[in-house]
C-alpha cells in the first residue's frame, strides 16, 4: 500500500509519496513527538511559580534607597516543593525590588485613608452563568461592595506610596461580599376599561391605560407598555362635511420676564406663525421630579433709588414684559393656517410681569454647641445647627429660599468627652412613726393621741439627684443636687413603710413565796443581832425587755436573833433498848450544818454548838401504854405578830395502845398536844421602791462596764443615768433607807451612751430653671427663675437647726427688649403697559391701553423711624404689604365709569354698598350694561359687635383646695394633709362666638374664660362596729377553756371608707378576741382534823381493847388556806374527793403487840408495770406478852394502772388570740396560754402536783404576735399643673396627677380612684391656612396648550379639630368659616413652602400626550422570605402615552413612571392564579398578596398552562381532552377504550345524565368499574410527560426496571438450561469461598 502525503504552502502545494514501510515509521514519528508534547504540556500545567510576602525594606537609612525581597519556589500542583528546573524560567517572578525604608518613627505621620462602602452592585458573571443564575435565584444575588483606600500623610492628607502604610498595617480590605435581592420586575396594574371613542362616526379610536405599582429593581424587567389603543368598531360613516378636520387654536408656555430693550425690538420685528414641532417633544418629555418650569405669580422686589432713604432701604418692583407664541392645530394633529382660528380679538401674546429676582440669605451663623457633651450609654451621637436668615426673599419666578437651617451629627463616638452623669433616686431620712393615721373615724382615741402605741407607719421624700463620676459615695447625700424626676430612671424608693412604737406589757407576776427564816443581812458579816425575814416573787413575763415596770420583787420583815446556817438532824435510827427488849434505850442523829436553803455547808459555819448525836429513847414494854409519834407542825394562825395577835401552830399525838395492869399509864391529855408561837416577827413589810430611769447626762462618776454598755468606738460621749430609791414600809410610806435591807438595794446610777448630735442635712440648690432665651416684649413683667434644695435629715439632740430659706426666687438677668419694626409703604407708580416697541411686533397689538401692573416702594423702619434692614421687618413687623397690583389703562372702545361712592353706612351686622355709573359714550354702548362684566354696585359685610358666650363641653371634676402647710419644713412628708373630701371648685369652658358661627378670643366676650362653681366631694365613711362585750364565762368549769368578748356591726362603710371584716351569714362583723381561762380545780378542798380516838364498844372488860370506830371532822376551806383556813359551803368542794370521816380501829389489849401506823405505800414505778407491786411498812411499838407473835410488819400489792397507778403530763392550751394593748392599733402584741396537769384517767390534778413530780415543761406560755395593721391608701401630693395641651381649640386641658405610695392594707381605706385631674384651658380660636383644590387647567385666549391651574390659599378659624372637622363647631359639620389673612401669620412664607399656580397642558384635538400622573401606589417593601431588607419602602407612579391620531404617534412622548422612599410599608409577595377549566381552556393570571390583580411579579418559569392539548387529538363525538392528558368522555358518556388504552368512541350512558362517564374496552370483555378508579388509573397511565409538560420520572424508572427483570428471566433460563444440558460436574456453582460444596446441597441450591 503506497500513500501520498500533500502540504499545503503560500505557493502551492507539494505532495510526497511513500509505501507502508514509510508510512509506519512517519506514525512513530509522530507517536514520538505527540508523547514530547504530551510530557511537556503536561508538565507546564503540574509546575508552577508561587512567591511568598514581600519582606520588610531593608537599607541603611530611611527613605526610597531600601530593597525588598521575597521567595519564589517552584511548586506542584499537588503543593509540594519541586526542583526550580521544573518550572519555565520566562515566567519566574522577580525575587527583589526598590522599596521606601520606614522607620518606626514614621507611624504616626502616615495612616490608611478609606472611603465610605458604596453600594452593593451585582456581580456580572459571564453570560450564560448570568441566565443561568437568574433562573435559579431564589432569595437573594451575589453581589460586591468596593472602597477606596490610600495611605496619605496624616498632617495633610496627601497621597504617598502604600508601600510606606503597608509596613505598619495591611491594606484594608476594597472588596467585601454583599447580598442584592433576586431581580425584581416591574409590576403593573391590570388595564382600565376602555375609553370611549374619540369619534362618533368615521374612524374614531380608543384607548385604555394601566399605571405602574412597583418599579424594576436590582436588574429586574422594565415596565411594559401602560397603553393600548385600538380602532373602534362599528361606527357610522361621516355625513358629507362632517368628516372634515377641526381647528384649534394653541398657545405656547409665556417666555421669561425680560426688561425692555433694544435687541429685542429686532428680535419681535414681525408676525409670525411658529412651528411647535420641535417644542412639542421637548416639552413632552417628562423627566423625573422635573419641576423647574412651575411658576409662582408672586411679588418682586427691586432695589431703586428714593428721595430720603438710602437706596439699599428701599425696595421697589421692577417691571417686564413676557411673550408668548400661538400656531393653529387641526384635529388630526398638523399645524394649520393662523387665520383659520383667530378672530378679531385674538389671544394675547404679550403682557408686563415682575422681573424675577432669586432669593437671598445671610451667611450662616456659627455652628451651635454639640447636643452630645459626654460619654452616654446609648452610643448615639449628637447634633449641632446652624441658621440663616432670609434678606430677600424670592420674587416672580426666582430660586425659593434654600433650608435657613441645617443639623448634622457630631460627637459620634465621643471617645474623649467625659463621661455622662448618673441620675439616681434618692431619699430623705424616715420621719416619725405615726399611729394616728390608722384610726378609723368613729375610734374614740382619735380625741388623745398621745400614748398611742403599736404598729404605725412612717414616711419620707423620694427625689432625683445628678450623681457625678467624680462624687465619692461617702459625700453623696451632701453634694448632691436635685433635678427634674423625669431624669430617672428606674423604681422609685419606697415613700412610706410600717413602724413601730413600743407599748408597755404588764408584768406576770407569780405569787408570793413563804417567809423565810431569820437571815442577817449579809451572812458573811454576821455581826449584827438584827436579821430579815424575806420572801419573793419572780417575773414570768418581763415588759419591753425588762422589769422596771413589774413593782417590787423582794419584801423584808425584821427580825431577832438572825442565823444564817444552823445544825439540822438529817435522819433519826432505831430505838435500842438498853436491856434489848423494853424500857430505855438511846437512837442515833445524823446532824449537819445546813444554810437557809437547807444545803450542806461546812460544819465551822454554824457557831452555835451542835445538838447530841445520841438521844434518850423508850420502848413501851408489855401492857404499858403506847403513844404515837408527834404529827407535823400546823400551819401558823397568824403572818406576823402584833399587839393584838401572835402566831401559834401545834403539833399532837395519840395514845395508840392502852396500858394493862401493871403496866406504865399513859401521859395525861395536855402532853398530848404542844404549841409554839411561830412568826414571832413583827408585822413591818419592808421593801425598795425605785423610780423610773432619768435622762442620759454628761458625767463620768460612775463606773461603767463599757465591754456591755459602751465600746470605746461610739462616737457619741459616755453619760449616766440615775434614779431614786427609797425605803417603802407597807400600808405606812418611805422610811429612812437603813431600815431596809442594803444587800438587797436597788443601783441608783448606771452607765449610758448620749445621745448623738444630729445636724440638719439638706441638698445642694437645684440648678435656677430656664430664662427666655428670646426677646421680651415691652412693657411685660420681667419672668422669674427659681431653685429649690430639699431637706434629707432633720435636727435632732441639740444639732445645727435647718436653714430658714429652702426655696429662692429671682429675677431673670436683663433680657433684651424685642425690637419693634414696622413697613412703610410709599406711594403707587403709574400704571406700566408693555412697550409700544413690543406691542407692535406681536399678535394682537393695538393702542397702548389695556391691563398692566403699577408698583409701590417698600420701606423698613424701626422703632426710632430710622431705616433698618428688611430682615428685620421681614422677622419682626409680620404681613409684608402687597407692592404690586394690576391696573387697567383704558382703550377707546373700554367701559368707562364714575368712581366708586362711599359705602354706605353700617346698621347692625348686615352689609354696606357702593355704587358707580356709566359715564360718556359707554352709556349707548350694549356690551358696558351687562352687569356680570361691569357691576355697578360693590357691598362688603359690616363688622358685627354682637356676641354670643356660650358655655362649651362638661364640668371638670370637683377640685378640691390644697391644704395648708403646717410647719417650716414644706418639703418635709407628713408635715401637710391632703384634703379627700369637703368643698371645692370645678370649671368648665366658655366658647366665645361672633353671629356666623366664628370662635373668637374669650376676652371679646366679657373676659370670662372659664366658668367656675361651687362643688362638693362626699367625705367616705369607715365601717363602724360596736365596742367590745364584756367577757364570757371560761367555758371549762374545771382546768383550761376559753373566754371570748365580740364586736358586732353597727354601720356598713360608705363612699370609699374603711371596709368591714369578714361577715358571717347573718351580715356580722366576725371580729373577736379569745383569752385562755383557768377554772382551778383545786380552789376549794377538803380539810380533815385529826382522827379521834379508837372507841371500843365494852362495858364490861376494862381496860376496853379490840376493834373499834374512830371518826374526825371534815371542812371545805379554800384551796392554800390550810387547817386554819375559814370553813366554806361543801357544796364547793368535789364530791368525789371527800375524805372518809369515820373508820374501823383496833385498839391492841395490853397483852397484844403494839405495831405503829402503816407508813405511806412506795411509788409505783412510771409508766405503771402490771408485774411490780408497791410496798407498805410499820414497826413494832410494844413487844406481846408470852412471846405471842406480832402481826405483819410489811404489806404488798400490785400496781394496776389507773387505781392505784397514775401517770401525770401536762396539757398545754390553745393560744389566745393576739392581745394588743389597749393604746395600740395593731403591730405587736402577746399571745398566751395555760397548763394542766392531768392525771392518765383523765383527772385534772393540781397543776403542783405535776411540778412535785419535776415533770419537764418545755412550752412556753407566753409569745409575741403580730397583728396586721389596717394601712389605708396614701397618695403622693398633686403635682403642679400642666401647662395646657393645646395651644387654642377646645381640646386643651390642664393635668395634674398623684400616684400611690402605699397601697391598702387589710381593713385599711382603699385609693381613691381619681388619680390625675384634668381643668379645661380657655377656648381659643385656632387660624390656620387652608389650601384649596387645584381648578381645572385653563388656558387664557385659547382652546388648548399650556395653561395655569390655581388654588387659593385663605385663613381659617377652626376648633382644633381641623382637618377632620372643619365646620364652625366640632359637632356642626359645614364649610370652614374664612377670617382675617392677617391671624395666620405670615403669608410670604406659607405661599413659598406651598405651592399656588402650576403649570398644566391642556391637550388639543390630534395631539399625542401624556395622562395625568397616577396616584401614588402602597408603600411596599423589598423583601426577603417575608423580612424587609431595607428600612424604607418605595412608592411609584407614572404617566401614560395617550396616541389620539395615529399619523401624529412619531411626536409622541415616552410612558415615564417616579418612585420616592415611603414608611410603613408591606411586605407582598406575588402567585399564579387560575379560573376553572373551560373548553380545555383556563384564566391564568398574577395576584398580589394582597388581593389586587398585577402584571408581573410573578415568575415565568411557574406559570401554569392555560390551555391543555391531548396526543393524539380527542376527535371521537362526545370527547373531550381531561387534565391528565388522555381523551375522554363528557358528562353523561362512557367511555369504550381500545385494547392499547386510546378511547374508541363514547356511548350514552342510560339514564346517567348526572353521572360520570364509564370506561368500557371495544372487546366488552371489562367490566365497567368505579368512577374513581377509572380517574386514578387514567392520571397514571404510562405517558412520558405530564400534562404541564414535565417529565415523568417513575415512568422511565419502570421502564427500566422491567428492562432489567427481564434480562434477569432471560439470564437463569438460560443457565437452567446450559444445566440441563451439560454433565451435572459442569454444572456446579461454587457457592462459597473454598469450594467444599457437596453435590446435594449444590443440588438444592440450583434448584432453589
Not at 465600746?711 to 443615768?721: F, H, K, R
Not at 364565762?1033 to 363612699?1055: H, I, Q, T, Y
Amino acid at each position: 500500500m503506497c500513500w501520498t502525503w500533500i502540504l499545503g504552502g503560500s505557493s502551492g502545494s507539494r505532495g510526497v509519496r511513500g509505501c507502508a514501510g514509510g508510512f509506519l515509521l512517519m506514525s512513530l514519528c509522530l507517536l514520538v513527538v505527540q508523547v514530547r508534547a504530551d510530557q511537556t504540556s503536561t508538565k507546564d500545567r503540574r509546575y508552577s511559580w508561587k512567591t511568598g510576602q514581600w519582606g520588610r525594606c531593608v537599607g541603611e537609612e530611611c527613605g526610597s534607597g531600601g530593597a525588598q525581597s521575597r521567595t519564589v519556589r517552584c511548586v506542584h500542583a499537588e503543593g509540594w516543593t519541586t526542583h526550580h528546573s521544573n518550572c519555565r524560567h520566562t515566567d519566574k517572578p522577580e525575587s527583589q525590588r526598590p522599596c521606601f525604608k520606614v522607620c518606626e518613627w514614621h507611624q504616626d505621620l502616615f495612616e490608611w485613608e478609606v472611603s465610605e462602602w458604596g453600594a452593593c452592585v451585582l456581580a456580572v458573571p459571564p453570560t450564560s452563568e448570568g441566565q443561568q443564575r437568574a433562573t435559579e435565584c431564589v432569595t437573594a444575588q451575589h453581589g460586591l461592595q468596593r472602597r477606596r483606600a490610600r495611605c496619605v500623610r496624616a498632617a495633610n492628607g496627601t497621597s504617598v506610596t502604600e508601600r510606606i502604610c503597608e509596613f505598619f498595617s495591611l491594606r484594608p480590605a476594597l472588596e467585601q461580599a454583599c447580598l442584592i435581592p433576586c431581580p425584581l420586575d416591574c409590576v403593573v396594574s391590570v388595564f382600565s376599561p376602555w375609553s370611549a371613542c374619540s369619534r362618533t362616526c368615521g374612524a374614531g379610536r380608543q384607548h385604555r391605560t394601566r399605571h405602574v405599582l412597583a418599579a424594576p429593581m436590582y436588574g429586574g424587567a422594565d415596565c411594559p407598555g401602560l397603553t393600548q389603543t385600538q380602532s373602534c368598531r362599528q361606527l357610522p360613516p361621516c355625513p358629507s362635511g362632517e368628516g372634515e378636520h377641526g381647528y384649534s387654536l394653541k398657545v405656547a408656555p409665556w417666555s421669561e420676564c425680560r426688561r425692555p430693550q433694544h435687541k429685542d425690538l429686532l428680535w419681535l420685528g414681525g408676525r409670525t406663525t411658529l412651528d411647535f414641532g420641535v417644542g412639542d417633544t421637548k416639552r413632552n418629555t417628562v423627566k423625573r421630579h422635573d419641576q423647574s418650569a412651575q411658576h409662582h405669580l408672586q411679588l418682586h422686589l427691586h432695589h431703586s433709588h428714593h428721595p430720603h432713604l438710602p437706596p439699599s432701604k428701599v425696595w421697589e418692583v421692577e417691571i417686564g414684559y413676557r411673550t408668548r407664541q400661538v400656531r393653529c392645530m387641526s384635529s388630526d394633529g398638523k399645524n394649520a393656517i393662523l387665520s383659520l382660528c383667530t378672530q378679531d380679538d385674538g389671544p394675547r401674546t404679550f403682557q408686563s410681569c415682575v422681573i424675577p429676582k432669586h432669593c437671598q440669605t445671610s451667611d450662616w451663623s456659627a455652628w451651635s454647641p454639640c447636643s452630645k457633651t459626654c460619654q452616654a450609654s446609648d452610643l448615639s451621637p449628637g447634633y449641632r445647627m446652624r441658621t440663616r436668615t432670609i434678606t430677600q426673599p424670592a420674587i416672580g419666578g426666582g430660586n425659593k429660599c434654600p433650608a435657613r437651617e441645617e443639623k448634622e451629627a457630631c460627637n459620634i463616638i465621643g471617645d474623649l468627652l467625659p463621661k455622662c452623669p448618673r441620675y439616681v433616686w434618692r431619699s430623705t431620712d424616715w420621719g416619725e412613726c405615726h399611729v394616728a393615721p390608722l384610726l378609723s373615724q368613729q375610734d374614740r382615741r382619735l380625741r388623745n393621741t398621745s400614748g398611742l402605741c403599736g404598729g404605725g407607719i412612717q414616711t419620707r421624700d423620694t427625689y432625683c439627684v445628678q450623681v457625678l463620676a467624680s462624687a465619692a459615695s461617702h459625700h453623696s447625700r451632701a453634694v448632691s443636687r436635685p433635678v427634674s424626676a423625669h431624669l430617672c430612671d428606674g423604681v422609685i424608693p419606697l415613700a412610706v413603710r410600717s413602724c413601730s412604737l413600743p407599748c408597755p406589757q404588764p408584768c406576770l407576776l407569780s405569787s408570793w413565796s413563804s417567809w423565810g427564816p431569820c437571815l442577817h443581812d449579809n451572812c458573811m458579816e454576821s455581826q449584827e443581832r438584827k436579821g430579815y425575814r424575806q420572801r419573793r416573787r419572780q417575773v414570768l413575763g418581763e415588759g419591753s425587755g425588762n422589769t422596771e415596770n413589774c413593782g417590787h420583787l423582794l419584801e423584808s420583815v425584821p427580825c431577832e436573833a438572825p442565823a444564817c446556817f444552823l445544825w439540822r438532824v438529817q435522819a433519826e435510827g432505831v430505838c435500842m433498848s438498853r436491856d434489848g427488849t423494853c424500857g430505855h434505850g438511846s437512837r442515833n442523829h445524823t446532824v449537819a450544818c445546813v444554810n437557809s436553803r437547807g444545803e450542806p455547808v461546812v460544819e465551822g459555819f454554824c457557831k452555835d454548838d451542835p445538838p447530841p448525836v445520841q438521844v434518850a429513847c423508850e420502848i413501851a414494854c408489855p401492857g404499858g401504854c403506847v403513844v404515837s409519834s408527834w404529827s407535823d407542825w400546823s400551819s401558823c394562825s397568824h403572818s406576823c405578830t402584833n399587839k393584838n395577835a401572835e402566831g401559834r401552830q401545834s403539833r399532837m399525838r395519840s395514845v395508840l395502845a392502852w396500858p394493862g395492869e401493871g403496866g406504865k399509864t399513859c401521859p395525861p391529855a395536855s402532853a398530848l398536844e404542844h404549841w409554839r408561837p411561830c412568826n414571832d416577827h413583827p408585822c413591818v413589810v419592808l421593801y425598795w421602791e425605785t423610780s423610773a430611769w432619768g435622762p442620759c447626762v454628761e458625767g463620768s462618776s460612775v463606773a461603767v462596764n463599757r465591754s456591755s454598755h459602751w465600746n470605746e468606738t461610739s462616737p457619741c460621749a459616755e453619760g449616766v443615768q440615775t434614779r431614786t430609791v427609797t425605803c417603802v414600809k407597807i400600808n405606812t410610806g418611805p422610811v429612812v433607807p437603813k431600815r431596809c435591807p442594803d444587800s438587797a438595794r436597788p443601783d441608783s446610777a448606771r452607765p449610758c451612751v448620749l445621745a448623738c448630735k444630729r445636724d440638719c442635712l439638706v441638698t445642694q440648690f437645684s440648678e435656677w430653671t430656664a430664662c427666655p432665651q428670646s426677646c421680651v416684649p415691652a412693657n411685660v413683667t420681667m419672668p422669674t427663675q427659681s431653685r429649690y434644695r430639699t431637706v434629707v435629715q432633720r435636727p435632732a439632740n441639740g444639732g445645727q437647726e435647718c436653714p430658714d430659706t429652702l426655696f429662692e426666687e429671682r429675677e431673670c438677668e436683663a433680657l433684651p427688649v424685642c425690637s419693634i419694626y414696622r413697613w412703610r409703604t410709599h406711594r403707587w407708580h403709574p400704571c406700566t403697559l408693555v412697550p409700544d416697541s413690543v406691542r407692535q411686533g406681536m399678535t394682537g397689538a393695538s393702542q397702548s391701553c389695556g391691563r398692566g401692573l403699577e408698583t409701590r416702594a417698600l420701606s423698613c423702619m424701626d422703632e426710632n423711624e430710622e431705616p433698618a434692614a428688611m430682615s428685620e421687618c421681614l422677622q419682626w413687623a409680620g404681613r409684608m404689604p402687597t407692592q404690586v397690583r394690576t391696573c387697567w389703562v383704558p382703550c377707546r372702545d373700554d367701559c368707562t365709569f364714575s368712581t366708586w361712592s362711599r359705602f354706605t353706612e353700617c346698621t347692625g351686622c348686615g352689609s354696606s354698598s357702593r355704587k358707580r355709573s356709566l359715564t360718556g359714550r359707554s352709556r349707548k354702548r350694549e356690551h358696558c350694561h351687562r352687569e356680570d362684566q361691569y357691576p355697578l354696585v360693590d357691598t362688603q359685610p359690616c363688622p358685627c359687635v354682637e356676641f354670643l358666650s356660650k358655655p362649651w363641653g362638661s364640668w371638670s371634676p370637683c377640685i378640691l383646695p390644697e391644704a395648708p402647710a403646717q410647719g417650716p419644713l414644706l418639703g418635709w412628708r407628713g408635715q401637710k394633709e391632703a384634703l379627700e373630701c369637703g368643698g371645692g371648685l370645678r370649671y368648665r369652658a366658655v366658647a366665645c362666638l361672633d353671629q356666623r358661627g366664628r370662635l373668637l378670643d374669650p376676652a371679646v366676650c366679657n373676659g370670662t374664660e372659664l366658668q367656675v362653681e361651687t362643688c362638693h366631694v362626699s367625705c367616705p365613711l369607715d365601717c363602724r362596729l360596736s365596742s367590745w362585750s364584756a367577757w364570757s364565762a371560761c367555758s371549762a368549769s374545771c382546768g383550761n377553756g376559753l373566754k371570748v368578748r365580740s364586736k358586732w356591726l353597727r354601720e356598713k362603710p360608705f363612699n370609699g371608707g374603711r371596709p368591714c371584716p369578714k361577715l358571717d351569714l347573718k351580715n356580722q362583723a366576725q371580729v373577736y378576741e379569745a383569752v385562755p381561762c383557768l377554772s382551778e380545780c383545786w380552789q376549794y378542798e377538803w380539810v380533815s382534823e385529826s382522827w379521834s380516838l379508837c372507841a371500843v364498844n365494852s362495858v364490861d372488860k376494862l381496860p376496853a381493847c379490840g376493834e373499834g370506830v374512830q371518826t374526825r371532822k371534815i371542812r371545805c376551806v379554800m384551796h392554800g388556806s390550810g387547817d386554819q383556813g375559814r370553813s366554806v359551803n361543801d357544796s364547793l368542794c368535789d364530791p368525789d374527793d371527800i375524805p372518809a370521816q369515820a373508820q374501823t380501829c383496833v385498839l391492841p389489849c395490853p397483852d397484844d403487840c403494839v405495831m405503829s401506823p402503816w407508813s405511806p405505800w412506795s411509788p409505783c414505778p412510771t409508766p405503771c408495770d402490771p408485774n411490780t407491786v408497791r410496798t407498805r411498812t410499820r414497826r413494832m411499838l410494844r413487844p406481846p406478852a408470852d412471846g405471842a407473835g406480832c402481826p405483819e410488819s410489811n404489806q404488798t400489792e400490785p400496781c394496776v394502772a389507773n387505781s392505784n397507778c397514775f401517770t401525770y403530763k401536762y396539757n398545754v392550751s390553745d393560744w389566745s388570740t393576739c392581745m394588743l394593748n389597749e393604746k395600740a392599733v395593731c403591730g405587736e402584741g402577746v399571745r398566751t396560754r395555760l397548763l394542766d396537769c392531768m392525771r392518765s384517767d383523765g383527772r385534772v390534778m393540781a397543776t403542783s402536783m405535776c411540778e412535785e413530780l419535776g415533770l419537764p415543761q418545755p412550752w412556753k406560755l407566753m409569745d409575741t404576735c403580730q397583728v396586721d395593721c389596717p394601712v389605708s391608701c396614701i397618695l403622693s401630693e398633686w403635682s403642679v399643673w400642666t401647662e395646657c395641651s393645646h395651644a387654642c381649640g377646645n381640646q386643651g386641658v390642664m393635668l395634674r396627677t398623684r400616684r400611690v405610695l402605699h397601697e391598702a392594707h387589710e381593713e385599711g381605706r382603699p385609693c381613691a380612684f381619681q388619680l390625675s385631674q384634668t381643668k379645661p384651658c380657655p377656648i381659643r380660636p385656632c387660624y390656620s391656612w387652608l389650601l384649596g383644590a387645584w381648578s381645572p387647567c385653563r388656558v387664557e385666549g385659547a382652546e388648548c396648550g399650556e395653561g395655569v391651574r390655581e388654588r387659593n390659599l385663605s385663613c381659617i378659624v377652626h376648633w382644633g379639630h381641623w382637618p377632620e372637622s372643619p365646620g364652625p363647631r366640632p359637632d356642626a359639620p359645614g364649610p370652614p368659616l374664612t377670617v382675617e389673612e392677617e391671624r395666620c401669620g405670615e403669608r410670604l412664607q406659607r405661599e413659598s413652602e406651598q405651592e399656588l399656580q402650576q403649570l398644566c397642558f391642556l391637550p388639543c384635538p390630534g395631539d399625542c400626550h401624556l395622562t395625568e400622573w397616577s396616584s401614588w401606589s402602597s408603600c411596599q417593601l423589598t423583601c426577603l422570605e417575608g423580612r424587609s431588607f431595607e428600612a424604607e419602602g418605595h412608592q411609584a407612579r407614572s404617566q401614560a402615552v395617550i396616541i389620539q391620531t395615529v399619523e401624529n404617534q412619531e411626536s409622541c412622548p415616552q410612558q415615564v413612571f417616579e418612585t420616592r422612599p415611603c414608611k410603613g410599608g408591606k411586605c407582598h409577595s406575588y402567585e399564579w392564579r387560575t379560573s376553572t377549566w373551560n373548553n380545555n381552556e383556563r384564566s391564568v393570571w398574577c395576584q398580589r398578596s394582597d388581593g389586587v390583580n398585577v402584571t408581573g411579579g410573578c415568575f415565568e418559569i411557574n406559570r401554569p398552562a392555560g390551555v391543555r392539548h391531548c396526543h393524539p387529538p380527542c376527535t371521537k363525538p362526545f370527547s373531550q381532552c381531561k387534565q391528565s392528558g388522555v381523551c375522554g368522555c363528557e358528562r353523561g358518556y362512557t367511555e369504550v377504550m381500545t385494547t392499547h388504552g386510546f378511547l374508541d368512541y363514547c356511548t350514552k350512558t342510560p339514564g346517567g345524565d348526572h353521572r360520570k362517564a364509564d370506561v368500557k374496552t371495544s372487546t366488552g370483555r371489562q367490566k365497567p368499574g368505579p368512577s374513581q378508579i377509572q380517574d386514578f388509573f387514567g392520571e397514571w397511565s404510562l405517558q412520558a410527560l405530564s400534562p404541564d409538560g414535565r417529565i415523568k420520572m417513575w415512568v422511565y424508572g419502570a421502564t427500566a426496571g422491567g428492562f432489567l427483570l427481564i434480562l434477569f428471566i432471560i439470564a437463569m433460563s438460560f443457565l437452567l438450561w446450559c444445566c440441563s444440558c451439560l454433565p451435572q460436574a459442569h454444572c456446579l456453582v461454587p457457592l462459597y469461598s473454598n469450594g467444599a460444596v457437596k453435590e446435594n446441597d449444590t443440588k438444592e441450591e440450583v434448584s432453589a
